[in-house]
């Protein structure tokens, strides 16, 4: 079962814009993180935040965490054509324990126009 | 840099036939994933080892799959019979294993039954 929900599923800007997708979860979490997958490929980790970290940046990347929400939104800046892609949020629950196990939303499909 | 290797990366086969994908993990992870992403959703988990160990498999339809990782390094699953509903992508990840919660994914193997 999914336990996060993106927001949009598809998101359509132009070359320079900024993207922003929202992600919604249920159950309580150690950490949040965004995983970017090009069509027809293998999903690639962009950015990891803590149930205990409300902000988090890396290069064009910013991700915020309400934990009282439930929710959190990932921004990419100055997009670019190359960053064309599915973006998913993906959870590690509490009750995973020591197993890490991460459980994957449905997913931003993101598209650039040059 | 070390990549997580799948083969095949492209499988047609008739229903009721048997398939088998493996995976071979980055050298030195403990932790070894399978999921299963049906087109236009998130990855859901089907099977986790700790070496050579089932962690979970509660997900995993064991009346026709099956998974294994015998010397705890690269793993197998297979399906058999093969059913329509099994068209997917078959996606393997590993991780360092305790203490690391970031997942590294392999370009996963499509599958199409006919």
């Known amino acids: 079962s999914q336990q996060g929900e993106e927001d949009p599923q598809a998101l359509s800007i132009q070359e320079g814009e900024n993207a922003t997708m929202n992600c919604s979860y249920k159950?309580?979490?150690?950490?949040l993180q965004w995983y970017r997958q090009n069509s027809g490929r293998g999903l690639v980790h962009l950015i990891l935040?803590?149930?205990?970290?409300r902000e988090k940046h890396s290069g064009r990347l910013r991700v915020t965490l309400d934990t009282s929400k439930k929710s959190s939104s990932l921004l990419i800046t100055a997009s670019r054509a190359a960053d064309t892609a599915s973006y998913f949020c993906a959870t590690e629950g509490i009750s995973s324990g020591s197993a890490r196990q991460l459980t994957f939303g449905s997913g931003t499909q993101l598209t650039v126009l040059p | 840099e070390a990549e997580v290797a799948q083969s095949p990366r492209y499988k047609i086969t008739e229903k009721s036939q048997a398939v088998a994908f493996w995976c071979d993990p980055i050298s030195g992870h403990a932790t070894l994933y399978w999921y299963r992403q049906i087109l236009g959703q998130g990855p859901e988990l089907l099977v986790q080892?700790?070496?050579?160990?089932?962690?979970?498999d509660s997900q995993l339809p064991k009346d026709r799959f099956s998974a294994e990782r015998l010397k705890g390094v690269d793993s197998t699953l297979k399906i058999q019979p093969a059913e329509l509903g099994d068209s997917a992508m078959y996606l393997c990840?590993?991780?360092?294993?305790?203490?690391?919660?970031?997942?590294?994914f392999g370009p996963g193997t499509r599958l199409l039954v006919l």
């Open positions: 159950t309580s979490i150690n950490n």
């Open positions: 990840a590993s991780s360092l294993g305790v203490g690391q919660e970031t997942q590294y």
């Open positions: 080892f700790q070496d050579e160990s089932v962690v979970d």
């Open positions: 935040i803590r149930s205990n970290e």
